[in-house]
T-cell receptor, first 111, second 113 residues
Framework: GENVEQHPSTLSVQEGDSAVIKCTYS??????FPWYKQELGKGPQLIID?????GEKKDQRIAVTLNKTAKHFSLHITETQPEDSAVYFC??????????FGKGTRLSVIA | EAQVTQNPRYLITVTGKKLTVTCSQN?????MSWYRQDPGLGLRQIYY???????DKGDVPEGYKVSRKEKRNFPLILESPSPNQTSLYFC????????????FGQGTRLTVV
């Protein structure tokens, strides 16, 4: 089945700097790659997703890139702010397999 | 407001005492699932349902049961809870199944002593 590896497990950045979180997946049939943000005491919430027919997607300060050949995808957050501090999860799925999540990255933005 | 509602938010129980965690969504979603979240292990799927009366095992189904008698509700049942089921549980729903946005509930923190 699908296996998703996520790195790093923790990440600290200065406010205003960029943060990058990377994930790899094993199942070449996976075609949907969402990123979720989990704030303290809350459930995960989708922040951006990308499908396998697209290489990059941006939404304001957040971008995701996908390299299907290498089977990896990354989350980029620019101009980080304290409210970006949270746990971030990547995931992968196909039409035949459910979402498989990475183990999460705890991002701390230091003011 | 579109939401997934779980109850209770916090629960402490004793080993072997049956319990049910309820989950309800108001978005008319077909696909619902349960996850447990443990430190260092991320989110692992327990059970999922693709529609009413259709349920299937996820990655960690042992010790859990589910039912889907109505589209909006997907309760998680622990017939005989054990301490290794102490965890943070999330219910999620989505419209189109596996490759669409999942909406998560607020979570249920369960402690089994």
């Amino acid at each position: 089945g699908e296996n998703v590896e996520q790195h790093p497990s923790t990440l600290s950045v200065q406010e205003g700097d960029s943060a990058v979180i990377k994930c790899t997946y094993s199942d070449s049939a996976s075609n949907y790659f969402p990123w979720y943000k989990q704030e303290l005491g809350k459930g995960p919430q989708l922040i951006i997703d990308i499908r396998s027919n697209v290489g990059e997607k941006k939404d304001q300060r957040i971008a995701v890139t996908l390299n299907k050949t290498a089977k990896h995808f990354s989350l980029h957050i620019t101009e980080t702010q304290p409210e970006d501090s949270a746990v971030y999860f990547c995931a992968a799925a196909s039409g035949n397999t459910p979402l498989v999540f990475g183990k999460g990255t705890r991002l701390s933005v230091i003011a | 407001e579109a939401q997934v509602t779980q109850n209770p938010r916090y629960l402490i129980t004793v080993t072997g005492k049956k319990l049910t965690v309820t989950c309800s969504q108001n978005m008319n979603h077909e696909y619902m699932s349960w996850y447990r979240q443990d430190p260092g292990l991320g989110l692992r799927q327990i059970y999922y349902s693709m529609n009413v009366e259709v349920t299937d095992k996820g990655d960690v189904p042992e010790g859990y049961k589910v039912s889907r008698k109505e589209k909006r509700n997907f309760p998680l049942i622990l017939e005989s809870p054990s301490p290794n089921q102490t965890s943070l549980y999330f219910c999620a729903s989505s419209f189109g199944g596996r490759s669409t946005e999942a909406f998560f509930g607020q979570g249920t923190r369960l402690t089994v002593v």
